[in-house]
């Protein structure tokens, strides 16, 4: 056991197998959709007996530990790959993608899929950017450090295209289905030697290049500092291309927190360029993030402060979370960023009723401050009743409610310039 690296020999192992597994099933497919089925029973049959098949009790222990590493690590690495292999050759065989598919896209929706349960779907989509893959289409190395609960099927995807690369039979990018079954069936067949000269090291050489976008996405990924105004440009000139991935390290939850416990600071830096892109679609994170993230921590202000920023266009979707599922201290949270949003009827009985339920344990100091930013004089008979009645030896209670009071009452002393409001949208 001491003349060689056991973890080195599992991974090795794992490649060629992974290799010539991924090979055998995309010979298949190509001649007819027939063999690929069978291919695929076939390749299952053997996964699911490799823990029998290594049961090697027999064998010298290091032998036996060797087999019993290699079906923790690479065994399972194979049997997590297997899915999304079926997923791409069954995308590529029925050309069910598009030239216009974006990968990014595609992947982030796979992402919030997983997260949700429904992996069916979210394979259906890995299998889209597999095809893309070996199509020649790169995946950003970024979704290295934010694909999540996705890695074992970007794992295989990984596989599959180097798979290809090293496929004397093929050339990458593979061809449509019906080309490569074209020259499949010729005698003689000419090479293309151009695109295989590509592939002089590993597969995933060829995806290490990097342009503007990627360095954007590798400031983000730093949490350091503010952006660059080379990163506002990119902003400025991707716009939305650029969504899906910064959505994803918004909302990654392992991004939140580093191993000790630290703060991350990528969310961060990926909320301040979702609010300069005035993102709307980037609501539903922040909502998660003001219901799970610390207070304490820099990503929670921030996600208040741009849901502010984003203001009348979110406000719809804020108020019906804040009423709805969100529990009692989230709801305070957000009453918050209600008041310094626009005027409207529905968010003023929001605030008058959440503040009629709340107790001064529960955070009935933070109504008391969203009512007067929100500055509706109609709170005011309501904020002295609730001083009437508070315990006068508690001075910090009645220190916030005559601020209030204060503040009310000189904004509704003031003239008025419009007999009528801006109202928000309603959803």
């Known amino acids: 056991m001491l003349f060689y690296d056991r973890d080195v020999l599992i991974g090795a192992y794992t490649g060629v197998v992974e290799g010539l ?52 690590t ?23 993608f598009s030239e216009d598919d974006d990968s990014d896209r595609l992947l982030s929706e796979a992402r919030r899929l997983v997260e949700r349960g429904n992996e069916s779907q979210a394979l259906a989509r890995i299998g889209r950017v597999g095809t893309l893959a070996l199509c020649g289409r790169r995946v950003r190395s970024v979704w290295g450090r934010i694909v999540g609960p996705l890695e074992p099927w970007l794992h295989a995807l990984y596989a599959a295209v180097e798979a290809v690369a090293n496929d004397d039979d093929f050339s990458y990018p593979l061809r449509p289905v019906a080309e490569e079954r074209l020259r499949r069936g010729a005698r003689g067949i000419v090479r293309d030697l151009s695109q295989h ?7 995933g050489e060829v995806w290490r290049e990097q342009d503007d976008v990627d360095r954007f996405y590798g400031e983000i990924m730093s949490g350091q500092g503010q952006l660059s105004e080379e990163s506002y440009a990119v902003l400025q000139q991707h716009g939305s291309e650029v969504l899906p991935v910064l959505l994803t390290i918004l909302g990654a939850p392992e991004l939140r927190d580093d191993d000790q416990g630290h703060e991350h600071l990528a969310p961060v830096r990926a909320l301040e360029a979702v609010v300069s892109l005035q993102a709307v679609e980037a609501t539903p994170t922040l909502l998660r993030i003001v219901a799970e993230v610390d207070p304490q921590d820099e990503l929670f202000t921030a996600a208040q402060t741009a849901l502010v920023k984003l203001g009348s266009a979110v406000a719809p979707q804020v108020l019906s979370f804040a009423s709805g599922e969100a529990d009692a201290e989230t709801a305070i949270y957000l009453s918050e960023v209600l008041s310094r949003m626009e005027k409207d009827e529905r968010v003023f009985r929001f605030l008058i009723s959440l503040f009629r339920k709340t107790s001064w344990w529960e955070g009935k100091g933070a109504l008391v401050r969203a009512l007067a930013d929100y500055g509706d004089a109609r709170a005011l008979p309501l904020l002295r009743e609730a001083l009437r009645q508070v315990d006068e030896r508690d001075g910090r209670q009645s220190e916030l409610l005559r601020e209030a009071i204060g503040s009310l009452s000189r904004r509704a002393e003031r003239p008025k310039l419009s007999p009528r409001g801006r109202r928000m949208r309603r959803p």
């Open 21 to 72: 597994a991924f090979s055998v099933l995309l010979h298949a497919a190509i001649r007819s959709q027939e063999d690929l089925q069978a291919a695929t029973e076939d390749l299952r049959t053997l996964i699911r007996a490799m823990p029998h098949n290594l049961d090697l009790r027999e064998y010298p222990m290091d032998i036996q530990a060797l087999a019993e590493r290699f079906l923790e």
């Open 74 to 96: 690479g065994g399972r690495s194979i049997y997590d790959a297997f899915p999304a292999w079926i997923a791409i050759l069954h995308v590529y065989v029925e050309q069910e």
């Open 197 to 203: 000269r590509r592939w002089n090291q590993t597969g």
